[in-house]
């Protein structure tokens, strides 16, 4: 029968634990039903192991989870936790009266509240808590059974007790006794640390060497509990079968929760970030292109554009302002062959104050190309003045005093 309800673990759980904790009730070998009960909730675990017989075992111990789980604290506090155990008992009994169950039903009350590198216990009955600390098992509570007492007053060895005919008396339970109060404990537990939580049906199958090796040795602790579960079936299962394995993660947890946040935190804040990045890179580009400016040759004129010359992304981003009556032809050659690209200035005002600059230095070569003409004109009026005066005034003194011919004495 072990070999046929041997547990093979899926690859999910090969891969690592995915979980710090884990769980797993059986019926046994010999039971025809489970009585077992247990709650799995962090920070609580808890584990009851009815007793009455059928329709009596398993209704006292789910009767008993369910009002702890209902009435237990939120983080680990031993008074709380004891008094929630108490309420526990107390319901069961009046749920006998009542016709739930069986009278004299009950139960066995094993919980556990581990948070950070705290563990408190409220324990009534023979479930058992035990920690592997450091790769050695200790057991956290006492039985309050037959055996136990026989072995504290040395009237049995351990080793006797598991073999003991009244090995199953139990001296304490939930559902017998109005008054009822369970022991606690209060435990600092180290990072590293394992607790196991179990019903007798794992305690009195394995020894607590085995137990430790298992527990030491498969580190995921959903599979470790199967694995718990699976040996005390292959050792005989005389009974049901109840085992919650978690692991001490101190502050780890917290930390891990805390960096989380904090990095939950930073990627807001760099998305915020680069949100405003985008909206002061889009808010500053607009702001430039809106106040940008450039000269460019438009038909022969100079025209003030806003914006940038050419494309960005094949998108213009320019804006005819003004084309100006100054013409290209009139600038010197090195001004013209910079408005071919574009010449970009700070904006409109500038874009004008050098279009006026330009325009001011055309008509001041023009005023100077005037007066330059005109003068060589005055120039070349003199001159001719001068000339025709001269030609004048010979040709006035040779009429007048004409040379005598040659052959007039002669004739005389």
């Known amino acids: 029968m072990a070999a046929d309800r041997a547990y093979k673990s899926t690859p999910h759980t090969r891969k690592g634990a995915t979980t710090t904790f884990g769980s797993r009730t059986d019926i046994g070998c010999l039971r025809d039903h489970n009585e077992d009960s247990l709650i799995v909730a962090p920070p609580l675990f808890a584990v009851a192991d009815g007793m009455g017989g059928h329709a009596a075992g398993e209704v006292a111990s789910e009767i008993a989870v369910n009002v702890l789980a209902e009435r237990a604290p939120a983080h680990p506090d031993s008074e709380a936790l004891g008094r929630a155990v ?58 309050h059974s037959l055996m136990a007492d026989m072995i504290e007053a040395g009237q049995l060895t351990p080793e006797e007790a598991r073999s003991h005919p009244n090995r199953s008396v139990i001296t304490r339970a939930l559902g017998s006794d109005p008054h009822t109060q369970p022991d606690l404990y209060e435990i600092n537990v180290e990072t590293g640390d394992r607790l196991l939580v179990c019903s007798d049906g794992l305690s009195g199958m394995l020894r607590d060497q085995d137990i430790e090796a298992t527990l030491a040795r498969v580190h995921d602790p959903q599979r470790c509990a199967s694995q718990l579960v699976n040996e005390a079936i292959a050792a005989g299962g005389h009974d049901n079968i109840t085992v919650i394995v978690a692991d001490v993660t101190g502050f780890a947890e917290v930390r891990r929760k805390k960096m989380a946040r904090k990095t939950k935190f930073s990627i807001a804040l760099v998305l915020v970030l680069f949100a405003l990045i985008i909206a002061g890179t889009a808010w500053g580009t607009n702001t430039y292109l809106h106040n940008a400016a450039y000269l460019a ?87 001719d003045n001068t000339t025709a005066s001269s030609t004048n005034s010979t040709g006035g003194s040779h009429d007048a005093n004409p040379p005598a011919p040659a052959n007039h004495g002669g004739a005389a």
């Open 297 to 383: 040759n438009d038909n022969g004129k100079v025209a003030i554009y806003r914006g940038i010359p050419g494309s960005v992304f094949g998108f213009s981003y320019s804006e005819l302002v003004e084309t100006t009556s100054v013409a290209v032809d009139d600038l010197q050659p090195g001004f013209a062959e910079r408005l071919k690209d574009g010449w970009r200035v700070d904006n409109i005002e500038a874009a004008k104050t050098l279009v006026k600059e330009y325009q001011e230095d055309i008509d001041a070569n023009k005023q100077s190309a005037t007066a330059k003409d005109s003068q060589q004109n005055t120039s070349g009026q003199g001159a």
């Open 86 to 143: 108490e309420e526990a008992n107390r319901a069961v009994i009046r749920a006998a009266r009542e016709g739930r169950g069986r009278e004299g039903m009950g139960t066995t009350m094993t919980a556990a509240m581990l948070e950070g590198e705290r563990l408190i216990i409220a324990q009534v009955g023979d479930s058992r808590a035990y920690l592997l600390h450091q790769g050695k098992i200790q057991q956290l509570t006492r039985d």
